[in-house]
């Protein structure tokens, strides 16, 4: 079988590719191919959309995989590039100016200064901000255990509030 190695994404893993002897391309080649363009995709996302667009992409594709049976390895990549684009909203969302809705919109003077767009206005959910924000604070290791499908999100997250939470204490 040939293999195919994103180069990022999929933490140096090889991903199995079974190409169909007749030179025709197998819809597990299709959906590779397809997660490719989303890792190159997400290595360029300058905004927040471009992020959850590819999220989106990377789990349409995991559910798509997991129900065609295009096995572990197809669904276990789609995951990581799903995590990796949740990884770069939680980025993007902490770097970017918060809207603090109506404060500071009743000023008299001076130029009234456009606010930055809302969650909402964003096509991002509150959940989805928060995890992903709590996913970016994870020290790295702990990150790349949930993009390998080692340790699951909520595991990840809990063992390290009880790691804040136990340094608060001391």
Known sequence: ?????????TGGRRVGVCAPHDGRVSVKDAVIVKLD???????EAKTIQQAKKIMDMADAAKVYARQQQLGQDAIDYAHS?????MLRLGQLWKAAP??????????????????PAT???????????????????????EYEQVRDGIVGM???????R???????IS
């Open 162 to 168: 009880k790691v804040r939470m136990n340094k608060k």
């Open 119 to 141: 969650l909402l206005e964003l096509g991002v959910s509150k959940n989805l901000a928060s995890l992903s924000s709590r996913l970016a604070d994870l020290p790295r290791d």
């Open 37 to 43: 363009g989303a890792t190159r995709m997400l290595a």
């Open 154 to 160: 909520t595991e990840a997250l809990r063992q390290a």
């Open 98 to 115: 918060k809207n603090k809705g109506s404060a500071g919109t009743f000023d008299t003077g001076g130029t009234r200064q456009v606010p």
């Open 81 to 85: 590039i799903k995590i990796e684009a």
């Open 1 to 9: 079988f040939p293999s195919h190695d994103s180069g990022s994404g």
